[in-house]
């Protein structure tokens, strides 16, 4: 930022209030998650480097002929498809992906696909967003530009059979419905023709709403005053002649409703004055139209967070919005082609590490990812963009975003919404294009047909099902072959300071003696007779449905772990058991963690969290086997690299790991008997597939010491941790070698 441009901010803001209200917002949110300082200190530092690159290109870094090869050379690889993750069209046949607990997937969609008369007066005869879309060079190395379309061209919203088609691929895809930005200014409508056709052909049949994109039309593309096109006011009799324009389409049978209220999204609330009285107004004359209500929803932009204050119903994000202000940019990873570029550069694998840290909010909050986001299209060498995209790691920000409408949201409004279906002037599309096909709509395919976990298969092995006599939100479930470690379990569970449910089970020859010795400090323990096959995690899968159906909010799974194929195996129960089951505050902090994070599914001991690949052992055939019938492939599993906790001892949320009960070989006992086996079998690969079942549903793993930082109390613990969470613990992490003292690992380091 230089100091001409924070003159210009601070002179803005002491006129206008709103531009001042919207500015303080957004420094609130960088001040509170600690990004404020770094913000400016990587403004000096992107002046320096940018004139450190001008110096250095202007020295010569290179032969200008070779630099000329290699540039042509990335511009054909970009129009080319992507050696790695190009995917053609394999869907055709429209499903009915969302069913019970499955997130609802809704996509933003922008009509300005056609010419039309503003336009045309403000940017030239003809004028279309792929005037923009079309010109748009590489700026940096690895810099993916122009973003050109494949199978749909370059449309024209004019012809009705082009939306067909695009709702064709929606449908098959899994995209539940489509967001329309509606443009209308003070009675003025513009690129409404799209969305006029749309309601005029009924056969048309997919679900949407409309999104008012109520700030400011100017040339710059900022919603700024300057260089207005058509501007936006906030009368009172405009603001009711809004609602009125909008009736009849809130009142179409395709429109999305929750209980009934049709959902309206406004981008920029915060521009309208004496809203709270505007709002009243909305509510009112919905309610004369015979609908039962309104259910209205603000975009977090702006500085705009919590929806209840200025009287909205929900709010959904609106990415970038919000991510650029809890993460810092990079300059481009791999330098840059053109040494005037003055734009921005975040990593993608960033901004997705960043929306697993999420906590629930008192509010609903819709949660929404992009595929990816560039601009320099519409801002030729100074757009923003987020570098080095992903089909794998978008998919993972999907189902992040699905854990937490599925924990937070029911099924009248558990919507995850995507920014956008054809953005592509700013990067930002769904739809499939040259280099990467239908890789991005292939997840969220994906994550549509999901098992519903709302629903919990019959196991003909589970232990009963039985309402609990205490209703605790916490349970151990414990597996207790071993009786003569008991003491040492019995004693660590005098940490657990809230009531639990203790769950035990043990083989009919144990069942006498375990329990005795149980019974003796928890009389009201629970233990079930199992056979004595897969170890510990046959058990833990027969325990699994009464977990699920008594809806604990936190489990621990302990077992009577002795190793005895290895000297340390007392130490190793030991260290694992003390990790989980510390004194003090810590362990609170660990338990309310689970429940705070939608997204958390999993607590490892630290120190014991390993990466699969690379502890794999004899489990290949297994391992393999089990990630497709979660649904993924050999490929997720490579790009993911999920983690694992060595020792199966963890604290776990039950339905983070209810995918397991959908896995015909689980369904089916396909446990082996037990022969002293120390690998290869079926219960060695689901501990390494916990992980998997986990990250596959878009909940997450990590160790006691992260858990007991983002649990704590104190708020800046607590934003510290959650950025080395998003750092360490997120796809980009996951790519690190983690070693334990207790394992061997089978894969070299690379």
Same mark, same amino acid.
């Given at each position: 930022?230089?100091?001409?441009?924070?003159?210009?901010?601070?002179?803005?803001?002491?006129?206008?209030?709103?531009?001042?209200?919207?500015?303080?917002?957004?420094?609130?949110?960088?001040?509170?998650?600690?990004?404020?300082?770094?913000?400016?200190?990587?403004?000096? =530092?992107?002046?320096?480097?940018?004139? @450190?690159?001008?110096?250095?290109?202007?020295?010569?870094?290179?032969?200008?002929?070779?630099?000329?090869? /290699? &540039?042509?050379?990335?511009?054909?690889?970009? =129009?080319?498809?992507?050696?790695?993750?190009?995917?053609?069209?394999?869907?055709? +046949?429209?499903?009915?992906?969302?069913?019970?607990?499955?997130?609802? #997937?809704?996509?933003?969609?922008?009509?300005?696909?056609?010419?039309?008369?503003?336009?045309?007066?403000?940017?030239?005869?003809?004028?279309?967003?792929?005037?923009?879309?079309?010109?748009?060079?590489?700026?940096?190395?690895?810099?993916?530009?122009?973003?050109?379309?494949?199978?749909?061209?370059?449309?024209?919203?004019? %012809?009705?059979?082009?939306?067909?088609?695009?709702?064709?691929?929606?449908?098959?895809?899994?995209?539940?419905?489509?967001?329309?930005?509606?443009?209308?200014?003070?009675?003025?409508?513009?690129?409404?023709?799209?969305?006029?056709?749309?309601?005029?052909?009924?056969?048309? /049949?997919?679900?949407?709403?409309?999104?008012?994109?109520?700030?400011?039309?100017?040339?710059?593309?900022?919603?700024?005053?300057?260089?207005?096109?058509?501007?936006?006011?906030?009368?009172?009799?405009?603001?009711?002649?809004?609602?009125? /324009?909008?009736?009849?389409?809130?009142?179409?049978?395709?429109?999305?409703?929750?209980?009934?209220?049709?959902?309206?999204?406004?981008?920029?609330?915060?521009?309208?004055?004496?809203?709270?009285?505007?709002?009243?107004?909305?509510?009112?004359?919905?309610?004369?139209?015979?609908?039962?209500?309104?259910?209205?929803?603000?975009?977090?932009? #702006?500085?705009?967070?919590?929806?209840?204050?200025?009287?909205?119903?929900?709010?959904?994000?609106?990415?970038?919005?919000?991510?650029?202000?809890?993460?810092?940019?990079?300059?481009?990873?791999?330098?840059?082609?053109?040494?005037?570029?003055?734009?921005?550069?975040?990593?993608?694998?960033?901004?997705?590490?960043?929306?697993?840290?999420?906590?629930?909010?008192?509010?609903?909050?819709?949660?929404?990812? *992009?595929?990816?986001?560039?601009?320099?299209?519409?801002?030729?060498?100074?757009? &923003?963009?987020?570098?080095?995209?992903?089909?794998?790691? *978008?998919?993972?920000?999907?189902?992040?975003?699905?854990? &937490?409408?599925?924990?937070?949201?029911?099924?009248?409004?558990?919507?995850?919404?995507?920014? !956008?279906?054809?953005?592509?002037?700013? $990067?930002?599309?769904?739809?499939?294009?040259?280099?990467? $096909?239908?890789?991005?709509?292939?997840? %969220?395919?994906?994550?549509?047909?999901?098992?519903?976990?709302?629903?919990?298969?019959?196991? @003909?092995? !589970?232990?009963?099902?039985?309402?609990? +006599?205490?209703?605790?939100?916490?349970?151990?479930?414990?597996?207790?072959?071993?009786?003569?470690?008991?003491?040492?379990?019995?004693?660590?569970?005098? !940490?657990?300071?809230?009531?639990?449910?203790?769950?035990?089970?043990?083989?009919?020859?144990?069942?006498?003696?375990?329990?005795?010795?149980?019974?003796?400090?928890?009389?009201?323990?629970?233990?079930?007779?199992?056979?004595?096959?897969?170890? /510990?995690?046959?058990? #833990?899968?027969?325990?699994?449905?009464?977990?699920?159906?008594?809806?604990?909010?936190?489990?621990?799974?302990?077992?009577?772990?002795?190793?005895?194929?290895?000297?340390?195996?007392?130490?190793?129960?030991?260290?694992?058991?003390?990790?989980?089951?510390?004194?003090?505050?810590?362990?609170?902090?660990?338990?309310?963690?689970?429940?705070? &994070?939608?997204?958390?599914?999993?607590?490892?001991?630290? $120190?014991?969290?390993?990466?699969?690949?690379?502890?794999?052992?004899?489990?290949?055939?297994?391992?393999?086997?089990?990630?497709?019938?979660? $649904?993924?492939?050999?490929?997720?599993?490579?790009?993911?690299?999920?983690?694992?906790?060595?020792?199966?001892? *963890?604290?776990?949320?039950?339905?983070?790991?209810?995918?397991?009960?959908?896995?015909?070989?689980?369904?089916?006992?396909?446990?082996?008997?037990?022969?002293?086996?120390?690998?290869?079998?079926?219960?060695?690969?689901?501990?390494?597939?916990?992980?998997?079942?986990?990250?596959?549903?878009?909940?997450?793993?990590?160790?006691?010491?992260?858990?007991?930082?983002?649990?704590?109390?104190?708020?800046?613990?607590?934003?510290?941790?959650?950025?080395?969470?998003?750092?360490?613990? @997120?796809?980009?992490?996951?790519?690190?070698?983690?070693?334990?003292? *207790?394992?061997?690992?089978?894969?070299?380091?690379?």
């Amino acid at each position: 930022m230089t100091v001409k441009r924070i003159i210009r901010v601070l002179w803005r803001a002491t006129r206008d209030p709103l531009y001042r209200r919207e500015v303080t917002g957004r420094i609130r949110q960088k001040i509170d998650n600690g990004t404020f300082y770094t913000w400016i200190w990587r403004g000096i =530092q992107r002046r320096i480097w940018s004139t @450190s690159q001008v110096g250095s290109m202007q020295s010569g870094g290179g032969a200008p002929a070779d630099t000329a090869q /290699d &540039y042509i050379q990335a511009l054909r690889f970009n =129009q080319g498809p992507h050696p790695e993750f190009h995917q053609p069209r394999t869907r055709v +046949a429209p499903k009915n992906y969302s069913q019970g607990s499955t997130p609802r #997937f809704i996509a933003y969609y922008l009509p300005q696909f056609h010419p039309f008369e503003v336009n045309n007066h403000a940017w030239g005869q003809g004028f279309t967003e792929w005037t923009n879309t079309t010109k748009a060079t590489p700026q940096y190395k690895g810099h993916y530009q122009p973003h050109l379309p494949a199978d749909l061209g370059h449309y024209d919203l004019r %012809v009705a059979d082009v939306m067909r088609q695009q709702i064709d691929i929606a449908k098959s895809y899994g995209v539940h419905g489509f967001c329309f930005h509606y443009y209308w200014f003070d009675g003025q409508k513009v690129m409404d023709l799209p969305l006029n056709q749309f309601l005029a052909n009924p056969d048309m /049949d997919q679900s949407f709403c409309i999104c008012w994109a109520n700030e400011n039309w100017t040339r710059r593309w900022d919603g700024m005053e300057s260089d207005v096109i058509l501007h936006q006011s906030y009368s009172h009799e405009k603001c009711l002649e809004f609602i009125h /324009d909008i009736l009849p389409i809130i009142q179409d049978p395709r429109y999305i409703c929750v209980d009934g209220k049709p959902l309206l999204v406004i981008y920029r609330p915060l521009l309208i004055p004496d809203l709270q009285k505007v709002v009243q107004s909305w509510r009112d004359e919905v309610v004369k139209a015979g609908l039962p209500g309104l259910w209205l929803v603000c975009a977090q932009t #702006f500085g705009l967070v919590d929806p209840r204050p200025i009287g909205f119903d929900a709010a959904v994000e609106f990415p970038p919005h919000k991510i650029n202000d809890r993460i810092e940019d990079v300059p481009p990873p791999q330098g840059v082609w053109n040494r005037h570029f003055q734009g921005k550069t975040w990593l993608y694998a960033d901004a997705v590490g960043e929306s697993l840290t999420r906590d629930a909010q008192p509010y609903p909050l819709y949660r929404c990812a *992009f595929p990816s986001w560039d601009n320099e299209a519409r801002r030729p060498a100074a757009g &923003y963009s987020f570098a080095q995209v992903s089909p794998v790691q *978008f998919g993972e920000w999907l189902a992040t975003c699905s854990s &937490y409408a599925r924990e937070t949201r029911s099924k009248s409004d558990n919507f995850v919404f995507v920014n !956008a279906w054809n953005e592509w002037a700013e $990067g930002a599309h769904l739809e499939p294009d040259r280099h990467f $096909g239908y890789a991005w709509l292939e997840q %969220v395919a994906r994550q549509s047909e999901k098992p519903c976990l709302a629903e919990v298969p019959d196991l @003909s092995y !589970a232990v009963p099902v039985t309402p609990s +006599a205490t209703q605790a939100r916490v349970a151990v479930v414990a597996h207790i072959y071993y009786e003569e470690t008991w003491p040492d379990i019995a004693q660590a569970l005098q !940490a657990l300071s809230e009531p639990f449910d203790l769950i035990i089970t043990t083989t009919a020859e144990k069942i006498t003696l375990v329990s005795s010795q149980v019974k003796v400090q928890f009389a009201h323990a629970e233990i079930h007779t199992v056979d004595n096959k897969g170890r /510990d995690i046959r058990p #833990f899968v027969a325990v699994l449905p009464l977990l699920l159906k008594r809806q604990y909010q936190a489990v621990l799974k302990l077992h009577s772990k002795k190793s005895l194929h290895r000297g340390d195996g007392d130490l190793w129960r030991q260290t694992l058991i003390a990790q989980l089951l510390p004194h003090g505050p810590e362990l609170p902090a660990m338990i309310n963690s689970l429940q705070e &994070y939608p997204s958390l599914g999993l607590i490892a001991p630290e $120190g014991n969290v390993l990466n699969i690949q690379r502890y794999i052992g004899s489990n290949h055939t297994w391992v393999d086997q089990l990630v497709t019938e979660l $649904g993924e492939d050999s490929q997720w599993l490579e790009q993911t690299r999920p983690w694992f906790a060595a020792g199966t001892m *963890f604290w776990f949320k039950p339905q983070a790991v209810q995918s397991l009960l959908h896995c015909p070989s689980i369904l089916q006992d396909a446990f082996e008997v037990e022969k002293g086996q120390i690998d290869g079998t079926l219960a060695h690969a689901i501990e390494r597939v916990l992980g998997c079942a986990t990250l596959a549903n878009g909940y997450h793993l990590i160790d006691t010491r992260l858990a007991k930082g983002i649990g704590a109390q104190d708020a800046n613990v607590k934003r510290q941790a959650q950025k080395f969470w998003a750092n360490e613990w @997120s796809c980009k992490g996951r790519q690190r070698t983690v070693d334990s003292p *207790f394992a061997r690992p089978t894969e070299p380091v690379s």
